[in-house]
Structure formats: C-alpha cells, structure tokens
C-alpha cells in the first residue's frame, strides 16, 4: 500500500503561480511513477504530469511550458510547479502513483483544489 497527501492548493490570480506538493509514505520502493492528475467540474480526470523512477517525464499539452514534475527521493515528494496559471487550470488536482503494471498497485491522493480567478 502507498499512502498520498497533497498540500499547497488554493485561490491565485490568472498568471500567477503554486506550488503542489505530494508526499508518498509505504511501500514507495515499488513505485514506478507518480503524476498529476486534474479533474473540472463536468469534465473527466485528465494527466498534467508524469515522472517515472528514471525521471522520464511527460506533460499534457496544455501545460507544456507552464508546470514544471520534479521529484525529491529524500523527501519521497514529488512536486508539481505551476506557472503562467489561466482559469481553464482551475480543477481538483490529483497526486498518483503506480506500480509496473498499474494492475499491481495504483493510489490515489484526496485531491486539491486549485481555483484561477479574478
């Protein structure tokens, strides 16, 4: 089992910047990747970010450029820096992390709401 809990949502400005944090605690050492999810009201569950253990990293489209996945194994954190944010970012944000394949485990954060507006 993996534990998840994220911090650092909130209310910003459009253009302005957070910090997301994710804390992983249990059995990380089989944990292949962990990424950010984000879900709108009305809308699916999409990928923002994925890192895997050897630091491949992927982006959704729509945030290339703007959010930054890193990782800190010390810490068992990965964090998700958000720049340039714009009020189509605003969602419940998702911490995620699985095993190879996900079949063997795949855990799920409670969620943080990140809100752009005015």
């Known amino acids: 089992q993996v534990q998840l809990v994220e911090s650092g949502g909130g209310l910003v400005q459009p253009g302005g910047s957070l910090r997301l944090s994710c804390a992983a605690s249990?059995?990380?050492?089989?944990?292949?990747?962990m990424g950010w999810y984000r879900q709108a009201p009305g809308k699916q569950r999409e990928l923002v970010a994925v890192?895997?253990?050897?630091?491949?990293?992927d982006y959704a489209d729509s945030v290339k450029g703007r959010f930054t996945i890193s990782r800190d194994n010390a810490k068992n954190t990965v964090y998700l820096q958000m720049n340039a944010l714009k009020p189509e970012d605003t969602a419940v944000y998702y911490c995620?992390?699985?095993?190879?394949?996900?079949?063997?485990?795949?855990?799920w954060g409670q969620g943080t709401q990140v809100t752009v507006s005015s």
């Open positions: 249990g059995r990380i050492f089989s944990i292949y990747a």
């Open positions: 890192i895997t253990s050897s630091n491949r990293i």
């Open positions: 995620n992390a699985f095993y190879n394949p996900p079949s063997q485990g795949d855990y």
